[in-house]
């Protein structure tokens, strides 16, 4: 039943530009990442009239390095942890010569190409600040902006949030108790190895950034240890040869199936608590996927050791819950993000412990015309769901589409978020955790359903 993933075909290039329809409602989508500029592709091809403003001066957001927007989490040795073919737009995959698991410049010319392959570049306004959205009297959306040209004001039918989550950095909530004389940094300040070298290294996390961090320490710092409060099951990024999420099941299979496939990938990859790091509390399958192919030999080397979690801070050293402690002059917290939106009043939007449950992971139940893209945090790759997500908010600004009636929603909305949430542990980082091949699939049913409720079928 498993099948590997197929290659896409790549869709003819625009050429000609495409005149918005002043009879459909207006959007305004905010931030041109990959959510973003998937979601401006998507208005720009159905004809609804729409301004996109990005904060900075260039397409891709975390996955520009240095962005000038100062919000890329990206760092110099960053490459995806998604295999091309899983993070590419349907109609539009990475070029041939790109390896399984292509750098960050590479990506981030990718959706530069998209952009213009479509032709919609026009359609976005860079070095854009938006830097209020607020609900009108009348239902509409009023979004201040600051560009160029100055502040400014507009109203709009819709407004698309695509301005990322991973740029507001989460630092451990309390503060551990003592003093420190050396720096910290969080992980999304982490650009180069150059800031570790000749340190004294602990690296405090167990996701991806925290595996890439603590490799780049072993190979330059003067000492490296890795601290983790708890243990993850940590994947390699090739099992039998082949990037490991390049074998897909059908995907009208439960979560229970993908979650199987997760734990066989994490016996085959070996439980690196075997080489010191805590032993996971969870079953394999139970937490959102670490990849790594560098730490497995970091730790054998010695070069890089493992530590349980902080107990305190003490001057010159880092002490641990197991009583020992180590000379550090580096802390790098790769302790994840925050979810916010600080152009939406809190009392609106807002995502206390990175919550914010929505239909489909898209719409606001109580918002009429707030839609986020991209905001999810699937087992797989974001572009194609933020992909899918653009062209169903599309189709329901053209009428094509219809949601279900209020009470509908909400009843759908509270299923699907115990359903999400009963799979993992609990933990701010997994509040948005989607099946990639499974959202795919069920938007899909989603959108027949959508589509009956417009033409009464
Ligand atoms: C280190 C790291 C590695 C990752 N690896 C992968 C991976 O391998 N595969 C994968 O699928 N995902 C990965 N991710 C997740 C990542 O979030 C997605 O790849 C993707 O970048 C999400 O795109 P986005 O457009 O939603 O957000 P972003 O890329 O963050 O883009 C948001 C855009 O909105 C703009 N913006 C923000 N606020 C405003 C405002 N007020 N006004 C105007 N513009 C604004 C920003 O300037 C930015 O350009 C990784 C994330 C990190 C941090």
């Not at 070095?127 to 100055?150: A, I, N």
């Not at 990322?164 to 503060?175: I, T, V």
């Not at 070298?197 to 603590?214: K, W």
């Not at 072993?218 to 099951?233: D, L, N």
Request: glycine share 8%; with cysteine; charged share 20%.
């Amino acid at each position: 039943m498993a099948y590997l993933v197929k290659p896409k075909d790549r869709a003819p290039a625009r050429r000609e530009r495409l005149a918005p329809d002043p009879t459909l409602p207006t959007t305004c989508v905010i931030g041109a990442g990959s959510s973003g500029i998937a979601a401006a592709k998507a208005l720009y091809e159905a004809r609804l009239p729409f301004d996109c403003f990005e904060l900075g001066s260039a397409i891709g957001g975390t996955w520009v390095h240095q962005n000038p927007n100062g919000q890329s989490a990206c760092y110099e040795t960053l490459e995806i942890n998604t295999s091309c073919p899983r993070m590419a737009y349907s109609d539009f995959p990475m070029p041939e010569g790109y390896p399984d698991y292509a750098a960050h410049h590479q990506v981030a010319d990718y959706f530069a190409a998209y952009v213009d392959h479509f032709g919609f570049r026009h359609t976005i306004t860079f070095d854009t600040r938006v830097d209020r959205v607020e609900h009108t009297d009348d239902g509409r959306w009023r979004v201040s902006f600051t560009g160029p040209e100055g502040a400014q004001q507009r109203e709009y039918d819709n407004v698309m949030v695509a301005n990322g989550h991973h740029w507001d950095a989460r630092l451990p909530e309390p503060a551990y108790p003592g003093t420190f004389n050396g720096t910290q940094i969080h992980s999304h300040a982490y650009n180069s190895a150059e800031q570790l070298r000749g340190h004294d290294v602990v690296v405090v996390g167990s996701g991806n950034s925290a595996m890439d961090i603590a490799v780049e320490a072993s190979k330059v710092a003067r000492s490296a240890h890795i601290s983790q409060r708890r243990g993850q099951w940590v994947l390699r990024k090739f099992l039998l040869g082949m990037p490991s999420d390049q074998v897909t099941l059908p995907s009208w299979l439960p979560w229970w199936v993908t979650s199987a496939r997760l734990a066989f990938g994490a016996k085959l990859s070996g439980n690196v608590a075997k080489l010191g790091l805590p032993q996971p509390e969870h079953r394999p399958g139970q937490s959102h996927p670490v990849q790594s192919e560098g730490i497995r030999g970091a730790l054998r080397s010695g070069k890089l050791l493992p530590r349980p979690g902080i107990e305190r801070l003490d001057g010159d050293r880092v002490v641990f819950t197991d009583g020992s402690s180590v000379p550090c002059d580096l802390i790098v917290w790769a302790t994840g993000y925050r979810v916010t939106f600080p152009f939406l009043d809190p009392s609106l939007v807002s995502a206390p412990g990175n919550d914010l449950p929505l239909w489909k992971r898209m719409v606001h139940p109580d918002l009429p015309g707030l839609f986020f893209i991209g905001l999810l945090q699937p087992v797989g790759a974001v572009m194609p769901l933020s992909e899918a997500q653009s062209a169903f908010v599309a189709a329901l600004l053209t009428g094509e589409l219809a949601l279900p009636p209020t009470a509908e929603l909400r009843t759908e909305l509270a299923a699907d978020d115990t359903a999400y949430k009963k799979r993992f542990y609990q933990s701010a980082r997994h509040t948005m955790e989607v099946d990639f091949d499974h959202y795919l699939w069920e938007l899909g049913r989603e959108r027949k359903r959508a589509a009956e409720r417009v033409t009464g079928s």
